[in-house]
């Protein structure tokens, strides 16, 4: 991505982000700057942020350092790599010297607490000594953040987190050398005597490191949630062989051009898009379009960059190189999906940008609070500190994103491309499915079964002539009867293809027109009884008439075949109990007996390509949520018009397509798991933000009521950060559910 005068967006890493509160802040400072548009990912770290003309990436970046963030344009995988290792590396050392002296410190401190007798001289001392690098060198992440928001005048968790540590220290040193505190502090399993408020460094020491292990784990969840999200882009071969006056040269993938002819050897991966001119092989697209049986291919097939190639040498001429190939316009379109913001994350963004100053508020209620009612200073700072731990918006933050980036990257994997959170959510509506059928339910590879004369002609003749036509036609009738007609066709001129209806052009001098009875009888070329004859022999076949001039002199017959999951798929469609429509212009026998073979129950037939947004919209209007699947080149304002748009790509135009996701695999099956996956995704997301605002909720009353001990409130939290991305990491492991068992899992 790169910015310019255009508005085009620029994508920034951000670092020094430590929470979703810090996502919202810098969001809604970067839209504060006039024209321009931003989205903040906690996530991913990324920003992306449409720039207007007069503004340059400079004065983003500076509105994010001005905000106490830091940031880089157009970062790199690498770059992105390393400062994350950096960081965790350093999160691990400063967690080690946590623990290692929080657990003495614990031991220590809880002891001489009960149990005077065993107090020595200086015994506090050491304490505040083990204590200090604790919350000095540990907690220096918490502190560095928050003086760093301080001075911009705003709050994050990090100001709630180390005031909670820097206040529980401070309290617990000053009171211990002071001395002379009342007994009577509750430990769970015993009342610490008098003078023991030294037990309020292992409280700072506890929080530190159950805070710190939180983080840790959270950022290693989410570098495998980013590494998962960037996995497909991994796949790009780096290397090629390619071909040069009869010599092979290896150069990088990056240098091929369109047109070079490339050798793959048993083994290799495929570096670009292409077709294959010389050899056979299977080829594995397991990894990049979930597909499980590796292909033949021929020359003339097609193949995709980064599939690998497994038994035969191939010699593949480029159709499409870097940028331009399927899987960069794959991995390109996940990465923007999992960047764009659900609206619930909207919502989620709004309640942590003001939730850290209410929580502060609250916490110096609860102090006041507990002072007014007479108790005593230790009871009040308890709950207090409790307050500021436990209050932490960190899982809420993380509930959306996370899971969002973990089934976005797993349906990926499947051969599924969802393009963004409003099609997860269109999908949990759902419950009418919409399927086009060639090409969609049927191969769309159609076969001459018949072919009739009425003239006494020779039948080669008609298939000659109607050839002649389509070979100008795109249409899988035309492709049909132009492969049946053999031979090179006969020049055509005037061609016109009337679409869902057939074609017309001028043969040899004769005006040839190929389609269906209704375009004969709009055309006004008469139909003899011989053809309306023929036209009832051709049952579940699609069945064209052919005339020269005004009047049918022939009739042709093709015939498609379903798609061998076809059946599977309905049948897992109606197991998500979802209404099942086939859609299609073919008439009303081939539809019903496509319908039957494949157990759809109701079938909208011969319906043209420009009312099939309105059969879509009809639907719609009678109060269905409709999803329509395509294949995404002739149905796309049907798919446009559907409130989940489903398009079967074959190809590299992945992202030009109208739909709301893009099935890669040529297979039905992937619609049952789109949907599927896109429903668990959203349970996910549900749960992980019923976790996290519930336990925010139902914490903070019971941590003012003085029932939460700040070490239980600084395990919670953290552990709920965790829980979070972890729960979102289940994603992963997704298997979709298939109604027929034999067939192979992913
Ligand atoms: N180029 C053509 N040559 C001959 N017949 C055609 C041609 N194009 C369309 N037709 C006829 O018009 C009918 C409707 O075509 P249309 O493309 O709308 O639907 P379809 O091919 O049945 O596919 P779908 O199931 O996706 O609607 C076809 O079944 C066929 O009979």
Redesign the pocket.
Known sequence: MTSGPTGAPVELAVSGMTCAACASRVERKLNKLAGVRASVNYATERAVVHVPPGLGDGDVIDTIRKAGYDARVRPRAEDDRAAHTAAITDLRRRLLVAALLAIPLGNLSITLALVPGLRFPGWEALCVLLALPVVAYSAWPFHRAALRNLRHGSSSMDTLVSLGVLASFGWAAWSSFAGGSAPGHWLGFGTTAAGADAVYLDVAAGVTTFLLAGRYFENRSRRSAVDLLTALAGLAVKDARVLRDGVEHVVPAVELRVGDVVVVRPGEGIPVDGEVVDGCSAVDASAVTGESVPAEVTPGDRVVGATVNTTGRLVVRATGVGAHTQLAQMSALVEEAAQRKASVQRLVDRVCAVFVPVVLAVALITLLGWLATGNGAREAFTAAVSVLIIACPCALGLATPTALMVGVARAAQLGILIKGPDALEATRMVDTVVL?????V?TGRMAVVDTASFTGAPEADVLRRAGAV?AA?E????AA?TAAAGDPPAAVTGFE???????RGVVGGVRIT???AA?MAESGITIPPAAHRWLGTTGPA???LVAEGGAVTGGIAVRDTVKPTAAAAVADLHRLGLRTVL?????EV??RAVAAEVGIPEVLA????VD?VAAVRELRAAGHRVAVV??GV??GPALAAADLGLAMARGSDIATHAADVVLVRDDLTAVPEAIALANRTLTTIRGNLAWAFGYNVAAIPLAALGLLNPLIAGAAMSLSSVLVVSNSLRLRNHRPSRSRSDRPRV
């Open positions: 086009d059928k060639t090409g969609t049927t389509e036609s249409h899988p009738v035309a009867i293809a009337l679409v869902g209806a057939g074609a190929v389609g269906t375009l699609t069945a064209v859609l299609t212009g073919d008439n081939v539809a011969e319906v043209r390509p099939k395509g294949d002739n149905d």
